[in-house]
């Protein structure tokens, strides 16, 4: 079965600070990754995604995630943090047949101070 | 498109009564999730449906729990009889390729069983 390590469950940066969130997944076959995020009080929203190409991903609001096959990881980065980032981020993993549904790590919760 | 829709937002309810959860996915959606999110569990996938059909709900925690999509525009989760460690957000998410674009989460509805 498919799993989903993200190793920080909270992070605490300084606005301005660069951010890194690891993530982990288990799963031999090929895979599709996705990061989201849930601001304090809101839904998951989709950050950034990848399936195929380049492994480095761009996404919504400045954040960038690297998908590095031989470590199995796929983490997050900011260069660059504010204060409105903070927020609690979930990687998910699937299958690239698409026949089973996303597995999701358990989140990392960024705090972001002034 | 207004996205997914769940109601009621918010839900206070006595210990004992009937919750009933609704949503109503994306047009054109053929996945439709329904997840559980508290503080000490994480996010929870419940049970969750492709083409209005129940695929595994292997995650509905006991029998007092229960979902049903009668049509391709709306689903609900049924708590019966409701008990105060149910409280939690409720999520429901729907997908088009799942494997390609990833969910779309409603708004939640957050439970409260007194």
């Known amino acids: 079965a498919q799993s989903v390590s993200q190793h920080n469950h909270h992070v605490i940066l300084s606005e301005a600070a660069s951010l890194e969130l690891g993530c982990n997944y288990s799963?031999?076959?090929?895979?599709?990754l996705f990061w989201y995020v849930q601001y304090p009080g809101q839904h998951l929203q989709l950050l950034l995604k990848?399936?195929?190409?380049?492994?480095l991903v761009k996404g919504i609001k400045g954040f960038e995630a690297e998908f590095i096959k031989s470590k199995f990881s796929f983490n997050l980065r900011k260069p660059s943090v504010q204060w409105s980032d903070t927020a609690e981020y979930f990687c998910?993993?699937?299958?690239?047949?698409?026949?089973?549904?996303?597995?999701f790590g358990k989140g990392t919760r960024l705090s972001v101070i002034a | 498109d207004a996205g997914v829709i769940q109601s009621p937002r918010h839900e206070v309810t006595e210990m004992g009564q009937e919750v009933t959860l609704r949503c109503k996915p994306i047009?054109?959606?053929?996945?439709l999730f329904w997840y559980r999110q508290t503080m000490m569990r994480g996010l929870e996938l419940l049970i969750y449906?492709?083409?209005?059909?129940?695929?595994?709900d292997s995650g509905m925690p006991e029998d007092r729990f229960s979902a049903k999509m009668p049509n391709a525009s709306f689903s609900t989760l049924k708590i019966q009889p409701s008990e105060p460690r149910d409280s939690a957000v409720y999520f429901c998410?729907?997908?088009?390729?799942?494997?390609?674009?990833?969910?779309?989460f409603g708004s939640g509805t957050r439970l409260t069983v007194v």
């Open positions: 990848y399936f195929s190409g380049d492994p």
């Open positions: 799963y031999g076959g090929t895979v599709n």
């Open positions: 998910a993993v699937i299958r690239n047949s698409g026949n089973t549904p996303l597995v």
């Open positions: 449906f492709n083409n209005n059909v129940p695929i595994d």
């Open positions: 047009s054109g959606h053929d996945y």
């Open positions: 998410a729907s997908s088009l390729r799942q494997e390609l674009y990833g969910y779309t």
